[in-house]
């Protein structure tokens, strides 16, 4: 491995995703001290943070229970449907978000996430609700549990062409009485969080 730092994270920039998550503890040990904080925080952005945490506790890495931050929205079309998308890893429909890295304001989080996982444009964000707790709780086929602390946020002012990136198997609008059963949805806490607040203000109205 380069000594030169610049060095060190052009060829971190250069690997695959599949080869950034599999990094050795050995090989981030030798790494990370010839590294400024800048250079660190850049290198756990092109590695993601999750995963960059668990490479840095090598072999306990899928044995500790992680706290994540992160961003999930409810995208609602001019019907009133929710946008959901078909997880590739588990199969389930969830909303589109993901976790915050470092650096990064919640707000900054769902519109990277929302374009990547979608392809849209985010023109306007409210604030919905933060949901944290053992709901939140999710694991991974590759063994990894971590509770989710997430911002939760409304958007109905969006432009694009829909389209979805390799995590998803589709994305398709629901209605909310016509939602896949529980048991097939991701994020079913979100959800009712979001049933609960749409209730709350149409009764304002």
């Given at each position: 491995?380069?000594?030169?730092?610049?060095?060190?994270?052009?060829?971190i920039k250069?690997l695959?995703?599949?080869?950034?998550?599999n990094?050795?503890?050995?090989?981030?040990?030798?790494?990370?001290?010839?590294?400024?904080?800048?250079e660190?925080?850049?290198?756990?952005?092109?590695?993601g943070?999750?995963?960059?945490?668990?490479l840095?506790?090598g072999?306990?890495?899928?044995?500790?229970?992680?706290?994540?931050?992160?961003?999930?929205a409810?995208?609602?079309?001019?019907?009133?449907?929710?946008l959901?998308?078909k997880?590739?890893?588990n199969?389930?429909w969830?909303?589109?978000?993901?976790?915050?890295e470092v650096?990064?304001s919640?707000?900054?989080?769902?519109?990277?996430?929302?374009?990547?996982?979608?392809?849209?444009?985010?023109?306007?964000?409210?604030?919905?609700?933060?949901?944290?707790?053992m709901?939140?709780?999710?694991a991974?086929?590759?063994?990894?549990v971590?509770?989710?602390?997430?911002?939760l946020?409304?958007?109905?002012?969006?432009h694009?062409e829909?389209?979805?990136?390799?995590?998803?198997k589709?994305?398709?609008?629901?209605?909310?009485?016509q939602?896949?059963?529980?048991?097939?949805?991701?994020?079913?806490?979100l959800?009712k969080?979001?049933?609960?607040?749409?209730?709350?203000?149409?009764?304002?109205?």
């Amino acid at each position: 491995m380069n000594t030169n730092t610049k060095d060190i994270l052009n060829e971190i920039k250069n690997l695959t995703v599949s080869e950034r998550r599999n990094l050795s503890y050995e090989e981030l040990k030798e790494m990370l001290p010839k590294l400024s904080c800048n250079e660190i925080i850049e290198m756990s952005r092109l590695i993601g943070y999750p995963v960059f945490t668990r490479l840095c506790m090598g072999e306990i890495g899928h044995h500790f229970v992680l706290l994540q931050d992160g961003a999930a929205a409810i995208i609602v079309n001019a019907e009133g449907q929710i946008l959901l998308q078909k997880r590739r890893d588990n199969d389930e429909w969830g909303l589109p978000g993901g976790c915050q890295e470092v650096g990064e304001s919640f707000s900054e989080v769902i519109i990277r996430e929302v374009k990547e996982e979608t392809n849209l444009d985010v023109d306007q964000l409210q604030l919905i609700d933060v949901v944290s707790g053992m709901s939140r709780k999710n694991a991974y086929p590759n063994g990894d549990v971590v509770i989710n602390n997430t911002i939760l946020y409304y958007i109905d002012q969006y432009h694009g062409e829909l389209k979805w990136d390799e995590e998803s198997k589709e994305l398709r609008f629901f209605d909310l009485e016509q939602l896949p059963d529980e048991d097939k949805q991701n994020d079913p806490d979100l959800i009712k969080v979001y049933k609960k607040w749409r209730e709350k203000h149409e009764t304002k109205r």
